[in-house]
Structures are given as structure tokens and as C-alpha cells.
């Protein structure tokens, strides 16, 4: 499977943007790139996804590098409710590894009031 | 719309001990996904599910490790006997199949489960 690789931790003030990193540099052309986050005591969450264009929706903005070997989530204004785990997966088309989501450790976003 | 549901929420038991935990994914939803998750790591994949057949359960310890999903809808997660390294928090996960890896995956709560 491909990996990513993303800071352990994030720091970040309420209101400010806020941008977490992701590497993958061993992605293949098929893998959709996923984020999802998990909140505290709870299950993990869909943010975003996408394949190579930049993406936006009401939660986030996924920026892809156009070598599709990084990616960044965008969040534009963080709140107190942002303060979460944040995976970033690449999503298999091929073999074994199809629809599989592999989580890694994600970054752990901290936002001060 | 509801959520995926499971249940307990909370369970603690002696290890040797059965016990098995429920999920009921979000309506209409075909494939239904059981992980693991340690404390401090994220959650791995145990099996899933299309509809009632488990297409992948390469992860699943079988010795001690059951799951079944009569009638494609409600899932049961048993382990027996549990032992100590069984205390995790145990997700459910549902989605609607057929958009292949583009499909977002819905979680529930979770099952936090401790085997003293």
C-alpha cells in the first residue's frame, strides 16, 4: 500500500488558517487522496477527497502538487471544534488494497482560543 | 437520517471472557466495515462486508475473532475468548458501494473495550 507521511502535531489560533501537510510520495496514478479526522471519544469523519484537482467543500480545501506526490488540506478559519486527529489516505484502486482505507498516526491539530 | 449505530458503548469484562459488540449501518448502505483501534494509533481494518458476504477478512484474527451479517443489514463482532490485548475501541464503519474509491466510509461511536 501507499503510505503518507504527515507532521505528528499542528498548532494552530482560533480563527487563523490553518494548512496540514501531506506526503505520498509513492502514489500511484489510480489513488484518490482522502482526508478524514477524528474528533475526541468519537469515530473518524469524511473530510474531503480528491484525485488531482484542487478540491473545496463546506468543511475544507484539499490543494494537490501537481506531481500529486504532496497534498495539503486547507482549513480557512479554524474554530475550537476543528481540535481533532486529521488522516490523510490514498484510496486503492488496485488489488487487495481496493476501497481500503488505511489509516496512519495523522497529525494532531491543537487550536487555542 | 440516522447515523451508524453500535452498541454497547462501553464494555468491560475479565479476559476469557465472550463478548460481543453491535452495529447497525446507515440505511441503504451495502458495505459494512468493522476496525480496531489502539490508544494513540488509528483504526485498522478487521473485515468488510458486501452485503452478507465478508470480501475481505485478512486482518481478522480468526482463532478468537468472529463476525457475521445475516440478512446484509446488522452486524455482530464477537471475540472469545477476550484476552488482555483486546482492549481497544472497536468502530463500525458503513458505506454505499459502488462508487468504488471515490466512497466515503460513515463511522459510528464506537465500542471502547477494556479486558481486565
Known amino acids: 500500500d501507499a503510505k503518507t507521511t504527515q507532521p505528528n502535531s499542528m498548532e494552530s489560533n482560533e480563527e487563523e488558517p490553518v494548512h496540514l501537510p501531506c506526503n505520498h510520495s509513492?502514489?500511484?496514478?489510480?489513488?484518490?487522496i482522502h482526508w478524514y479526522r477524528q474528533l475526541p471519544s468519537q469515530g473518524p469523519e469524511y473530510v474531503i477527497h480528491?484525485?488531482?484537482s484542487n478540491v473545496n467543500n463546506r468543511m475544507a480545501s484539499l490543494a494537490i502538487a501537481e506531481d500529486r506526490k504532496s497534498s495539503t488540506l486547507i482549513l480557512h478559519r479554524a474554530t475550537l471544534r476543528d481540535a481533532a486527529v486529521y488522516y490523510c489516505?490514498?484510496?486503492?484502486?488496485?488489488?487487495?488494497?481496493?476501497?481500503?482505507?488505511?489509516f496512519g498516526q495523522g497529525t494532531i491539530l491543537t487550536v487555542h482560543p | 437520517e440516522a447515523g451508524v449505530v453500535q452498541s454497547p458503548r462501553y464494555k468491560i469484562i475479565e479476559k476469557k471472557q465472550p463478548v460481543a459488540f453491535w452495529c447497525n449501518p446507515i440505511?441503504?448502505?451495502?458495505?459494512l466495515y468493522w476496525y480496531r483501534q489502539n490508544l494513540g494509533q488509528g483504526p485498522e481494518l478487521l473485515i468488510r462486508?458486501?452485503?452478507?458476504?465478508?470480501?475481505?477478512d485478512s486482518q481478522l484474527p480468526k482463532d478468537r475473532f468472529s463476525a457475521e451479517r445475516l440478512k446484509g443489514v446488522d452486524s455482530t463482532l464477537k471475540i472469545q475468548p477476550a484476552e488482555l490485548g483486546d482492549s481497544a475501541v472497536y468502530l463500525c464503519?458503513?458505506?454505499?458501494?459502488?462508487?468504488?474509491?471515490?466512497?466515503?466510509?460513515?463511522f459510528g461511536p464506537g465500542t471502547r473495550l477494556l479486558v481486565l
Open positions: 464503519a458503513s458505506s454505499s458501494s459502488g462508487q468504488g474509491i471515490k466512497e466515503t466510509q460513515y
Open positions: 462486508y458486501e452485503n452478507e458476504e465478508a470480501v475481505d
Open positions: 489516505i490514498l484510496l486503492g484502486a488496485g488489488g487487495t488494497s481496493y476501497g481500503k482505507l488505511t
Open positions: 480528491g484525485l488531482t
Open positions: 509513492t502514489i500511484s496514478g489510480t489513488d484518490y
Open positions: 440505511s441503504g448502505h451495502n458495505t
